[in-house]
């Protein structure tokens, strides 16, 4: 049995995981969320994969610790180049930069299928992963918004829809209008953490002599998204 405890961050992203899902967890490190979902009962089995042996090895230790070597197999791989043909419906992708998360799912063509779940856990650049999905086809069906020792997160649950939809990463700041939204508490830290961080900024540029209109719409819609989350919902 496994006495694995997830994080917050972890245990969101875990939370979209659907029953009975064949999951790959890509760039698992530890390995913590296959075996968390495991020894939970929610998941028929996982790939555990990792572009590095060490963070591999880790996850092979854990796994076999948890004693859950027959549900979860470890393959070292870049993003999802390995996963052929092994009945993977749901793929989480957690701790990685935006950019980095897009990568991998723009090089891996079977992700692009409406019975594929992305769970997605990007620590920076959200907004070009957003403008990503919604240009590749991919709808974004859930957003959620979690803490961990005093710092907020957000996953972002995809599907592919076959629509794609240009959308301005200025655009992509915020989630799109309609996306079923989880976490408020979390979410009001997470947007207020990021108007904050941005009036910073656009006053160090006013005082440069650059007014940037653009960051000001962005920090704006920010300021009115958080006043609606506080006063709507
Ligand atoms: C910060 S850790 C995140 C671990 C875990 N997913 C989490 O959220 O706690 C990022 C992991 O992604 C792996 N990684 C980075 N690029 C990758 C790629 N292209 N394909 C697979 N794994 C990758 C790294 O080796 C590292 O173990």
Redo the contacts with the bound molecule.
Sequence with gaps: MSDTKLNGR?CSAASFVRQRAVLA?????HA??PIFLASEGVIERAYA????KG?LEKAKENISRAELGDKIECIL???AEKLSDLGITDYTV???GGE?IAD?ISRAPKLSSPEVRLIL?PMSKQAHLRAYLLGAGFSIIAEAYSSDSGKDYVTLVAEYSGVCRFASEAECELPLSGTPLHGKDSMLRYYKTKSTSLHRALAGRQRGGDSSPEAASVAERIDAFITQIENFT
């Design positions: 972890l967890d890509i760039g698992t490190d913590y969320l994969t990792d572009i590095n963070p791989t870049d993003g957690c701790g990685m980095l991998i856990q």
